[in-house]
C-alpha cells in the first residue's frame, strides 16, 4: 500500500487473510502521482520479491501496473 495515514486501513488486508502488508506511508504521498508512485513500487518490488502484487481496478491502479510491468 503507498499512501499517507494509512493507520486505519493497513489492517484490513490481514483481516481478510494477507500475511503480509508491505506499506509506505509518507506526506509525499498524499496525492497521486505516477513517477513518484512507480519509483516507490519499484523498489518495494525488488526488495521484497512478492509472491503476489495486487493492484486495484481503478483509473490510477490501471496507470500503474503496467508501469511495473518489466520487473
Known sequence: ?????????????????ADRVIYVDNEM?????PETFTKILTKI????????????????GRELAPSCNSL
Open 1 to 17: 500500500m503507498i499512501g499517507h495515514k494509512l493507520q486505519e486501513i493497513i489492517r484490513e488486508p490481514i483481516y481478510y487473510g
Open 29 to 33: 504521498c498524499k496525492e497521486y502521482n
Open 45 to 60: 518490488i525488488k526488495k521484497y520479491r512478492p509472491e503476489i502484487f495486487l493492484v486495484p481496478g481503478t483509473k490510477y
